[in-house]
């Protein structure tokens, strides 16, 4: 069974700049949910793709968007990089949509903002 | 109030010790309750999963949820050094689709 796996690992933006940051869910799951790790906090809920839409956003503005593809893999766009971006991107795949499922992670994507 | 609060420690124990983690949660209508456990520069791992009041045991782990008292628990018998990592809980509704983490419990089991 493959995990989660998510690239890349490390990623040094300066502000204004745009990212993509790239998932591809465990084998047999179907829903790809994004959160935000900060230094010394929980994750926080972006927003969770299922059956190639959005189905539920957390607080974050529109220059987060995302996409999930036939294959179950999904991309994070943020676009107009701020420092307060810096963070520990995971994504988090899971069976049948909702936040009930269990949710596995993959080890995330570092995003550094200079 | 936060939806879920977390004492973030730190929590030191010496190798063998019994830990008991703790979060506490304001909304009632959350019923799927989990802990993660999250090793420096790695993603959280899924450890324990349950569907509301009672008590789930996986080895050295035991799972407890208190609706009545919005209190859930991770115990860990016989600690080990390799058990010190960060340990979240995370909460979540029928109805939504996010998980609600605290912020964490940072554990170190000293040998």
């Known amino acids: 069974e493959t995990g989660v796996t998510q690239s890349p690992t490390h990623l040094i933006k300066t502000r204004g700049q745009q990212v993509t940051l790239r998932c591809s869910s465990q084998s047999g799951h179907n829903t790809v949910s994004w959160y935000q790790q900060a230094l010394g906090q929980g994750p926080q809920f972006i927003f969770q793709y299922y059956r190639e839409e959005e189905n539920g956003r957390g607080n974050f503005p529109p220059r987060f968007s995302g996409l999930q593809f036939p294959n179950y893999s999904s991309e994070l766009n943020v676009n107009a990089l701020e420092l307060d971006d810096s963070a520990l991107y995971l994504c988090?795949?899971?069976w049948g949509g909702g936040g009930n499922q269990p949710q596995h992670f993959g080890d995330g994507t570092r995003l550094s903002i200079l | 109030q936060k939806e879920v609060e977390q004492d973030p420690g730190p929590l030191s124990v010496p190798e063998g010790a019994i830990v008991s983690l703790n979060c506490t949660y304001s909304?009632?209508?959350?019923?799927?309750f989990m802990w993660y456990r999250q090793y420096s520069r790695k993603g959280p791992e899924l450890l324990m999963y349950?569907?509301?009041?009672g008590n789930k045991e996986d080895g050295r782990f035991t799972a407890q949820v208190d609706k009545s008292s919005k209190y859930i628990s991770l115990f860990i018998r016989d600690s080990q050094p390799s058990d010190s990592a960060t340990y979240l809980c995370a909460i979540a509704s029928q109805a939504g689709t996010a998980l609600i983490f605290g912020k964490g419990t940072t554990l170190s089991v000293s040998s």
């Open positions: 988090a795949s899971s």
């Open positions: 349950t569907y509301s009041s």
């Open positions: 909304n009632s209508a959350f019923q799927y």
